[in-house]
């Protein structure tokens, strides 16, 4: 990944805090799947719930704080609010190898430290994006988020094959070390951050910032006011439904069909090789010359390669259906981003990328908190013999352990592609990129209208609706 000639001096500072993060998400990935074995260890019964909640945990914080962390971010050096954010869920890490090196670990106590470092975490997405858009040229932003978007990747390709092996080394110890390890990697990110130094990342001390709570309706205002934006959002907030919904329930679906952690570390890290392959892949080519169209076509492809899930149960085909999404994934992704840093100035978006995330966000935990019971209450004892659905989709899907989470996969999946086409087909979402000006190229006037000219939730409804109208 060659950094373009022109701002090599910025892309070094990028490299060294993408090098930090990498790292560090590397770390927390090794946690994740040794908690997450541990869960599903302790758990004979209603695992699947109880695995479920640990992600629930870790995602509302950010729904909750979100908007205020935007606007803090555009009123605080970024760089340094990356390294509180690091500091704290660092010390959340901490917190959870003390209990595991005493053996006092509980499941209470899981939940808690893993929102206490979500909250945390929650200044890193807007902080390290705005500090992208500053470092990186805008030709060059669908190359650097796929790099951001390899840190994932490589977590979830390399993090589950080595916390595996750590795990099956150290024998009863194995999560100790894991642990150890997340701990050690926020030091390096916090190093990292240290040492990327640059005026180019200072405090724009010339921008008048509102109060912190003007600031955090500031975002959402402005998404509100951009049709384009809001209906780019929806797509998402609709996948974020569905997404979360099916894959926090796979590593359940393994574990009950195969009951053996290496399956599992497998599964995740083959399969993963695509997105790995994809970033890689959006670092060369750059993306679609119409991003929209890298968002909703590849994100409806990506989406029916859920459906695969649905077939019986074999490694080779879960290592392929994961492989298949994850390899389109990054282009969804990295196009959407580079979307949002033209069309936002660099000045809002701190609160702009965090209400973003909100909105988009604000179904996800009700998707982690329906998806275990669901399976556990509804869909598995339905798929079972003698249950509700066993004499029909028992025919297609069988009554075996795990029939109730793949039937679930396949109904997420349908719904995400149609999500994607139905969006497809709104001209407003369609010629967004057109439609909207660059932030560069927009009077300031566009971004900067007082509370009292911001327009309201009812017509941005409107005009919304007049999107969904209008083909």
């Known amino acids: 990944m060659r950094p373009p000639s022109r701002m090599s001096k910025n892309y070094k500072v990028f490299l060294t805090i993408w090098f930090g993060q990498l790292v560090s998400t590397l770390g927390s990935g090794l946690t994740n799947f040794g908690i997450g074995v541990w869960i599903l260890q302790h758990s004979p019964e209603h695992g699947t719930t109880r695995f479920a909640l640990s992600a629930l945990f870790s995602t509302l914080p950010a729904v909750l704080f979100g908007p205020f962390a935007g606007a803090l971010l555009d009123r605080w050096d970024r760089r340094k609010a990356m390294i509180v954010s690091a500091v704290g869920s660092g010390a959340a890490s901490f917190g959870l190898a003390v209990l595991v090196l005493f053996g006092k670990l509980q499941l209470w106590e899981i939940y808690g430290l893993m929102a206490l470092s979500s909250a945390f975490a929650t200044f890193t997405w807007p902080a390290i994006s705005a500090i992208t858009s500053r470092l990186v040229e805008h030709e060059h932003l669908s ?16 993090a589950p094959a080595m916390a595996a092996a750590i795990m099956t080394a150290a024998g009863a110890r194995g999560l100790e070390w894991l642990v150890i390890l997340d701990v050690t990697s926020f030091l390096i990110a916090v190093i990292a951050l240290v040492l990327a130094r640059t005026p180019v990342l200072a405090q724009d001390k010339d921008v008048e910032h509102p109060s912190v709570l003007v600031g955090a309706m500031d975002g959402f205002r ?9 209906g780019l959002l929806c797509y998402f907030l609709v996948i974020n439904f569905t997404m979360p919904l099916a894959f926090i329930l796979f590593t359940p679906l393994v574990w009950n069909t195969f009951h ?60 392929a259906s994961i492989g298949l999404m994850t390899l389109l994934f990054p282009v969804v992704n990295s196009s959407s981003q580079a979307i949002w840093m033209r069309k936002t100035p660099n000045s809002m978006q701190g609160r ?69 086409f139905f969006w497809l087909s709104r001209r407003h979402i369609r010629h967004v990129e057109s439609d909207l000006p660059d932030a560069d190229n927009a009077a300031p006037q566009e971004y900067e209208a007082p509370l009292g000219q911001a327009p309201s939730i009812v017509a941005a409804a409107e005009e919304l609706e007049a999107a969904f109208r209008e083909p």
């Open 143 to 158: 190359r650097a988020n796929s790099m951001l978007q390899f840190n994932d990747a490589s977590t979830t390709v390399l």
């Open 222 to 230: 402005f998404i509100l006011a951009r049709p384009g934006l809001l």
């Open 260 to 319: 053996s952690v290496k399956v599992i570390s497998v599964v995740q890290s083959l399969g993963s090789i695509g997105m790995i392959l994809g970033t890689i892949g959006m670092s060369i080519w750059g993306g679609p010359k119409r991003r929209i169209y890298g968002v909703l076509g590849f994100g409806a492809v990506g989406s029916a390669m859920m459906c695969l899930i649905g077939l019986p149960p074999s490694v080779p085909l879960y290592i």
């Open 352 to 420: 702009v990328f965090a209400a973003r995330r909100v909105i988009a966000s604000l179904i996800s935990p009700i998707a982690l908190a329906i998806a275990g019971p669901l399976a556990d209450y509804v869909f598995e004892p339905a798929m079972h013999p003698g249950g509700r659905l066993a004499s029909s989709l028992g025919r297609v899907f069988g009554t075996s352990d795990g029939a109730g989470i793949r039937v679930l996969f396949v109904l997420m999946g349908l719904l995400s592609v149609a999500n994607a």
